[in-house]
């Protein structure tokens, strides 16, 4: 973790595993809280940044997926690591599935991406 | 001399100081002349060289923005000063007879005064307790600072005893305010005349510091329009054509045909498409006509906004296609701290190119041109939005192969620009809010408030206004004896920081957190979301954003869906009245810990790879490898300490900030935030 700092200030910049960019100017500067914070920019960066591009890769997938089975149900907000759908009572199985599988399938880590699905009449019950 | 003198000078702040060199770099190159001289300061360079010029018979004018320069106003030396008024910069000339009108005395004689009275933003002590009005009266009377202590005896009461009391610091303080007039400096007046300028240097240092308004207003273009990197500093005169007649439009949508690319530029008014073959952007009136187009899935759309752009092609019944180039989100993947990626930044920063000189040239050529009667009718509503497909058309040469470079294509390609699709559907369909059940929500809200106003006034055994900041700050901090953490300007502090470090003083204070918490819930979500309900649609349209946060999150705003709050019950019943319409039911995922899984696989770190695999508790086997203990002996304490430790890395809290999450002791905390980091 030390090192990406390190690294981050010789190359300027800090990337996901998607190689998304983002430039930290704050290592280089002459004071100390400026570069404290570049530092964590560093070290966050790639895991904030990471879990951001697996989630709108996600929602492309869920949105092309709804699309080819020519669904009625709408996706209609991403809000933090949330995803919420409008879905017609009988496309509800078939929603279900296509979020939880399009969610979790998106990348293959080390470790396993788990998506927890939930219904509702109200955006509270469903969550 | 004076220790403190100038104390509160810190010396220049970084970025002051690393402007230096550059404004050096320039006067160099305008062959004007620097003069500096260790151990004096500025004012005392400009003060021996007025003089000096005034002992030359030179008519000189000092040009400076401090008023400690009054006193080498003289004849023939006068102070041009600016001045703000009304938010324009203004300058303003003082001579002796402004100086006699404004004082009350001689330029002299503002040294005896400073003496007096002295300057806290140079740290010249000066008498305490005489202030600039007195100091002035003292010195019209007496003259000079020996004049007044000759006549203390007519002084009385507490300013006799001051001046008494303090007549070592009112002759210091005389020498500190008073600029040295005979600095060790060299004096040629043939180096100190204006020369011409060296103009290709200054334009090649304006050149590399972008600044473009200055090689407008010096009148520094070249005659060739190609800049250093080849990048266009001005582009060819762009065509344009409205009007078009079938044929036209048939040709134009040949050439989009045969390129299997369209630039074009589309808001609510302007529909403009640029050609390459013609060098001509042609103004379509009728969208509709490129209907065809658009829904041709085999030609590429490169335009601004695109986003924007479903929508509005959506409603005028266009099921786009193929709309994967955006300037503005090519321009966000390139640089995500940018504020707003606008044509004029894009254009400024890729293409070298200022969208409003190139204007205002346009307009001075146009001006002298004879136009005829046939191209007055044409040229009628044109406006600067011609001028834009032509930017995208360049920008997307430029931006494609800069993301080609630095590897992020595939980013823009398969993630980012498949994406605008989906933020534009959601903004379009909009989600559904019960109305009434908002407005009761309000209500329920303004009783719950209403009871927190009552204990609020029975716990302080007073009755006041909450809202202001004073009136709260005087009851927390002066009745109540609170630990007063932080002050401001205008009093103390009672924002949330500094009341959650006093919550446990006093029961009052989460009362007036709850209340301030359910104020804002009131006014951001219940009365602030009712002006966002759509009346034809009755759903609210949150515009979703991609180019806004520097990590790469998605960010929404007219309302912000996104800082609803969750934490609260009473906050997390805000969404009950977020509905799906008639014969529709809500399906809801949430990914689990995405972030602690990410910094697993990014990590590397077996344990936390171990756990996630095996399903066990993330943050109980962080603890128990930080403590020691086995898994199943870790206490409730331990994993919330861990907890906080793996959610520190990730969303990069300072370990100081996570000691006082922890409210625990502060070393302590640095020691677990080590171990964990020494172990991933």
Request: hydrophobic letters at 35%; charged letters at 30%; aromatic letters at 8%.
């Amino acid at each position: 973790m030390t090192n990406i700092v390190e690294e981050t200030k010789e190359k300027g910049y800090v990337e996901t595993l998607y190689h998304r960019r983002r430039y930290v100017p704050e290592l280089k500067s002459n004071n100390y809280m400026v570069r404290q914070f570049g530092s964590r920019v560093a070290m966050n960066t790639p895991i904030q940044g990471t879990a951001a591009d697996i989630m709108k890769i996600a929602m492309i997938n869920v949105y092309n997926k709804l699309k080819e089975n020519n669904l009625k149900s709408k996706l209609l907000v991403q809000v933090h690591d949330e995803l919420l759908i409008e879905a017609t009572l009988e496309e509800e199985k078939i929603v279900k599935e296509i979020l939880k599988t399009e969610m979790e399938n998106v990348i293959k880590l080390k470790v396993p991406l788990v998506a927890e699905v939930s219904e509702g009449y109200s955006w509270y019950e469903a969550k | 001399m004076y220790d403190k003198y100038k104390a509160n000078r810190k010396g220049m702040p970084d970025e002051l100081a690393q402007q230096m060199p550059i404004l050096k770099e320039i006067l160099k190159a305008m062959n004007i002349e620097i003069i500096e001289k260790e151990g004096y300061e500025a004012d005392d360079i400009l003060g021996t060289l007025a003089k000096w010029g005034q002992r030359k018979s030179l008519d000189v004018t000092v040009l400076t923005g401090d008023r400690d320069s009054f006193q080498l106003i003289d004849k023939n030396i006068k102070v041009r000063i600016p001045r703000t008024k009304m938010g324009k910069t203004e300058d303003q000339d003082y001579t002796v007879e402004k100086i006699e009108e404004e004082y009350g005395v001689e330029p002299l004689d503002l040294i005896e005064v400073k003496g007096l009275m002295g300057d806290t933003s140079d740290n010249i002590p000066g008498v305490p307790g005489v202030g600039e009005k007195t100091a002035i009266n003292l010195i019209k009377e007496y003259k000079t600072i020996d004049g007044v202590y000759e006549n203390i005896d007519k002084q009385k009461g507490k300013l006799k005893e001051r001046l008494e009391e303090n007549k070592d610091l009112a002759y210091l303080s005389r020498t500190l305010g008073t600029i040295n007039i005979d600095s060790p400096i060299e004096k040629d007046l043939n180096k100190l005349k204006v020369e011409e300028w060296n103009k290709q240097e200054v334009l090649e240092i304006f050149k590399r510091l972008k600044f473009n308004r200055f090689i407008d207003r010096f009148n520094l273009h070249e005659e060739n329009n190609v800049g250093a990197d080849g990048a266009l500093v001005c582009p060819l005169k762009i065509e344009y054509k409205a009007n078009l007649s079938k044929d036209e439009l048939q040709e134009i949508k040949e050439e989009i045909l045969l390129q299997k690319i369209m630039y074009y530029y589309l808001d609510e008014q302007n529909f403009i498409i640029y050609s390459e073959k013609n060098n001509t952007s042609y103004d379509i009136e009728n969208l509709l006509e490129f209907k065809d187009i658009f829904e041709n899935k085999d030609i590429l759309k490169c335009s601004y906004k695109q986003k924007e752009n479903y929508i509005l092609l959506w409603k005028n019944n266009i099921n786009a296609k193929n709309l994967m180039f955006d300037v503005t989100i090519a321009g966000y993947i390139l640089n995500s701290n940018i504020n707003k990626y606008t044509l004029e930044y894009l254009a400024n920063e890729y293409l070298d190119f200022n969208l409003e000189e190139y204007l205002n040239e346009e307009e001075i050529k146009e001006e002298n041109t004879q136009l005829n009667l046939f191209d007055n009718t044409k040229k009628e509503n044109k406006d600067t939005s011609y001028v834009y497909p032509y930017l995208i058309f360049k920008l997307y040469n430029v931006l494609t192969e800069k993301m080609k470079e630095e590897d992020s294509i595939d980013l823009f390609k398969n993630i980012e620009m498949p994406l605008t699709e989906v933020l534009a559907s959601m903004q379009y369909d909009g989600i559904y809010i019960d109305k009434q059940e908002l407005l009761d929500f309000g209500k329920e809200l303004q009783e719950r408030l209403e009871i927190l106003i009552k204990e609020i006034y029975e716990l302080t055994g007073e009755e006041f206004n909450i809202n202001s900041t004073k009136q709260l700050g005087e009851v927390l901090f002066e009745k109540l004896k609170l630990t007063a953490v932080k002050k401001t300007k205008t009093g103390y502090s009672t924002d949330v920081d500094v009341l959650e470090k006093i919550k446990h003083e006093h029961p009052v204070i989460e009362r007036i957190l709850e209340y301030r918490q359910l104020q804002k819930l009131n006014s951001t979500y219940v009365e602030g979301l009712i002006p966002y309900i759509n009346e034809k649609t009755g759903r609210i349209h949150s515009k979703f954003h991609q180019t806004v946060t520097t990590t790469g999150r998605i960010s929404s705003t007219d309302p912000n869906l996104q800082n609803i709050p969750t934490r609260m019950e009473l906050g997390r019943k805000l969404r009950k009245v977020f509905k799906p319409k008639e014969g529709a039911i809500f399906i809801d995922a949430d990914y689990s810990q995405i972030e602690l899984r990410v910094l697993a696989h990014i990590s590397e770190d077996k344990n936390m790879i171990d756990a996630f695999n095996n399903n066990e508790d993330i943050h109980a086997q962080a603890a128990s490898k930080v403590f020691n203990v086995p898994i199943e002996e870790v206490t409730k304490e331990e994993r919330s300490k861990a907890k906080a430790v793996n959610f520190g890395i990730v969303y990069g809290i300072s370990d100081f900030g996570l000691g006082e999450q922890l409210r625990s002791i502060k070393k302590k905390s640095k020691r677990i935030y080590r171990t964990i980091l020494r172990k991933i």
